[in-house]
């Protein structure tokens, strides 16, 4: 199948998709924990065998090691039980294409090992949205930080679901997101993103948006579609 959006060095792309069949693709932590490794591991230009890097080494040091030349600029993501999404920046002609190949066919591999099952994990090909103008950014921004909430919002009570300040807190303190480093946060994670790609304009505005979220909870006034509803 031919992909609509041609990638280009230089530009920004929202990159997503999800599971067959829209089955679940992350089915404990260990399973979000190896996908967020290969985010760091699988963005250079050199190829890299992690089985063979876990028969020396701790999984946790994946985040020391050494690589080369990155394929991409990783600028945001967020892991859903059968989706992500990642914010990237292409340096060069092709660099998209090879990043995500190398982590969806090394996250794959692991994954039917490990449930011992066969054939395709994810929809192909994987999904992308060019994003070029500054409101496109910040809604992309607000849009993949807040689809973890769909996680967990069946645990909101009435009280508390249109609460912006406790919705924040909850993003602060998901794992498997980059919304801790944009509040600040300094974890073995943070060595995926490149938030010298970041523009100024996001970079001064790293709370989420209230309309964003309104919309989200697909209030009358506001809202148009669900942030988890592909």
Do not use: C
């Amino acid at each position: 199948m031919e992909r609509k959006v041609k990638f280009a060095p230089k530009e920004y792309y929202h990159i997503y998709s999800r599971g067959v069949e829209k089955r679940k693709i992350f089915l404990n932590n260990k399973d979000y924990e190896r996908f967020v490794a290969l985010l760091y591991i699988m963005n250079q230009t050199e190829p890299f065998n992690f089985a063979n890097f876990l028969k020396s080494h701790k999984f946790e040091e994946i985040f020391s090691e050494e690589k080369s030349n990155p394929l991409v600029s990783i600028l945001s993501y967020a892991l859903m039980p059968n989706h992500f999404h990642i914010l990237v920046y292409e340096h060069t002609e092709g660099g998209i294409s090879k990043f995500m190949m190398r982590l969806l066919t090394a996250y794959s591999m692991y994954f039917n090992i490990k449930y011992q099952r066969s054939g395709p994990l994810f929809v192909r090909p994987f999904r992308s949205e060019h994003i070029s103008k500054e409101a496109q950014y910040l809604w992309i921004f607000s849009y993949i930080h807040l689809n973890p909430i769909g996680i967990v919002k069946k645990d909101f009570s009435s009280d508390n679901i249109g609460n912006k300040n406790v919705a924040e807190k909850f993003l602060e303190n998901y794992k498997y997101s980059s919304f801790p480093e944009y509040k600040g946060a300094d974890r073995s994670e943070s060595k995926i993103l490149d938030l010298s790609a970041v523009p100024d304009y996001v970079r001064t505005n790293r709370s989420l948006d209230t309309k964003k979220y309104a919309q989200w909870l697909q209030l009358p006034e506001l809202s148009r579609a669900p942030l988890n509803n592909f």
